[in-house]
């Protein structure tokens, strides 16, 4: 079954970090892009973070660029987001996506919360 | 960045209805790499429709897709209780990927 886990959402304190991991499984992780996208509570889908499938192009939106890193390990099929400094607009869920072979995405996790909050 | 917006917000219909949802690029979304997804509450995005018009496996086919450039139309053909939800358009052309805000079908 091809799948997409999240971990490692949770509640930090503003200016705090967190590192979010999606462990891929079912199909060839090496062979496709990846994406992070994080949704507002009652809010619309915004695209965070973009990571080919060699790593070796990747963009981030302009509210998370320069705080924000995502990784990947291919070895372990699974995609990283590194956030750091924190703001209480970074609340949302955090959903990781399979870019498919027509460009969307195909395949998508199902979640993991991160709260921002003193 | 190419800005999507989907309005309106909200479309109200009765199960069999026919439902059209819009979705307006700020310029033209290059080879119509422009896809549809489908969220119901509390659940991840599904993807619907990809390359503007192309429908996704196991996706029923009352679901089309049609457009190019700057429109795009979603359309429904005879809506059944499982299709209300929030519909999301995105562009993945590039250079960013890009949503729309989302139109949410809802019972009438």
């Known amino acids: 079954e091809v799948q997409l886990v999240e971990s490692g959402g949770g509640l930090v304190q503003p200016g705090g970090s967190l590192r979010l991991s999606c462990t891929a499984s079912g199909f060839s992780f090496s062979s496709y892009a990846m994406i992070w996208v994080r949704q507002a509570q009652g809010k619309g889908l915004e695209c965070v973070s973009y990571?080919?499938?060699?790593?070796?192009?990747?963009d981030y939106a302009d509210s998370v660029k320069g705080r924000f890193t995502i990784s990947r390990d291919n070895a372990k099929n699974s995609l990283y987001l590194q956030m750091s400094n924190l703001r209480a607009e970074d609340t949302a869920m955090y959903y990781c996506?399979?870019?498919?072979?027509?460009?969307?995405?195909?395949?998508w996790g199902k979640g993991t919360t991160v709260t921002v909050s003193s | 960045e190419i800005v999507l917006t989907q309005s309106p917000g909200t479309l109200s219909f009765s199960p069999g209805e026919r439902a059209t949802l819009s979705c307006r690029a700020s310029q033209s979304v290059a080879g119509d790499q422009l896809a549809w997804y489908q969220q119901k509450p509390g659940q991840a995005p599904r993807l619907v429709i990809s390359?503007?018009?192309s429908r996704a496996t196991g996706i029923p086919d009352r679901f089309s897709g049609s457009g190019s450039g700057t429109d795009f139309t979603l359309t429904i053909s005879s809506l059944e209780p499982e299709d209300f939800a929030v519909y999301h358009c995105q562009q993945y052309s590039s250079p960013f990927l890009t949503f729309g805000g989302g139109t949410k079908v809802e019972v009438k």
């Open positions: 390359g503007a018009s």
């Open positions: 990571i080919s499938a060699s790593s070796s192009t990747i």
């Open positions: 996506a399979k870019r498919g072979p027509a460009g969307s995405m195909d395949v």
